[in-house]
């Protein structure tokens, strides 16, 4: 339940917005691990999840800002948010170290259906909302259809205990990934002329469009340093994430869309 207000001071009331929903869902999950030999092994897994909305994305919201910018912006609640789900393969080798060792490494493949995602999407004028003859951005978050993601990583730790000495403490761990993705975003439609169970993709045509994920970076790494002995435990990191998308959008400025 949420409530639309009267834009301004000669405007008096709100209007009661009412959405309503539920799901019951199945979430299977199955693993098979084959020895290889003692110390190491293969494992397949597969397994189903899910991630909902947030509940400050379903709210029934309308807010207008302009903040003194050329166009007008408005943030709007998507009561019709799905959950998204994702169904994961992970085939996965894995290797015990002398000295409390480990090395690790795995592919994966994920497919998403109704992936959530934020978008910023140019409408075309609406004055009895914006009070202007502009058009103006909405932001809102949608489901985008479909979308998948695959990758594989590799990640190693050792603890050094067979140096002499304070140095037996000395030890490392890291990891790199490398990931792929892509989204199939739906077509645009003119959220003024939405029908009841229609969204809208930003303005990338007819067509939709198929943009890599947004926030999965292809290339990230970690690497730290530890030491552990006598009571002792330090850790060092650094975290790498190379350049990803952060939201789906159109705007006007003086460089164009």
């Known amino acids: 339940l949420g409530y639309q207000g009267a834009r301004n001071a000669n405007g008096t009331g709100s209007t009661?917005?009412?959405?309503?929903?539920?799901?019951?869902?199945?979430?299977?999950?199955?693993?098979?691990?084959?020895?290889?030999?003692t110390s190491s092994s293969l494992r397949v897994v597969y397994g189903r999840g899910l991630a909902?909305?947030?509940?400050?994305?379903?709210?029934?919201?309308?807010?207008?800002?302009?903040?003194g910018s050329a166009h007008t912006s408005v943030s709007k609640g998507n009561p019709s948010l799905k959950s998204e789900y994702a169904d994961d393969?992970?085939?996965?080798?894995?290797?015990?170290?002398?000295?409390?060792?480990?090395?690790q490494a795995g592919f994966f493949y994920k497919y998403l259906t109704n992936p959530i995602?934020?978008?910023?999407?140019?409408?075309?004028?609406?004055?009895?909302?914006?009070?202007?003859?502009?058009?103006?951005?909405?932001?809102?978050?949608?489901?985008?259809?479909?979308?998948?993601?695959?990758?594989?990583e590799i990640a190693y730790?050792?603890?050094?205990?067979?140096?002499p000495?304070?140095?037996s403490g000395l030890g490392v761990s890291g990891n790199y990934g490398y990931t792929a993705s892509q989204a199939k975003l739906p077509a645009y439609i003119d959220p003024s002329l939405l029908q009841p169970g229609q969204i809208s993709g930003p303005n990338r045509g007819t067509e939709g469009a198929n943009p890599p994920l947004i926030g999965q970076a292809p290339n990230s790494f970690n690497v730290?340093?530890?030491?552990?002995?006598?009571?002792a435990s330090i850790r060092l990191g650094m975290t790498y994430n190379e350049a990803n998308l952060a939201a789906y959008q159109y705007t006007v400025d003086n460089a164009g869309p």
């Open 89 to 103: 393969i992970d085939l996965l080798y894995e290797s015990s170290l002398p000295h409390t060792g480990l090395l």
């Open 157 to 163: 730790q050792q603890h050094f205990g067979t140096l």
């Open 224 to 231: 730290s340093p530890t030491y552990d002995k006598r009571g």
């Open 16 to 37: 009661p917005i009412r959405a309503t929903g539920s799901y019951l869902d199945f979430l299977p999950s199955a693993s098979l691990r084959l020895a290889l030999n």
């Open 52 to 67: 909902r909305p947030n509940f400050s994305d379903l709210i029934p919201f309308q807010s207008v800002s302009n903040s």
């Open 117 to 152: 995602v934020g978008t910023i999407t140019e409408v075309a004028a609406n004055p009895t909302l914006t009070g202007n003859n502009n058009p103006y951005f909405l932001n809102q978050t949608i489901n985008a259809g479909s979308a998948y993601v695959y990758g594989f």
């Open 165 to 167: 000495g304070a140095l």
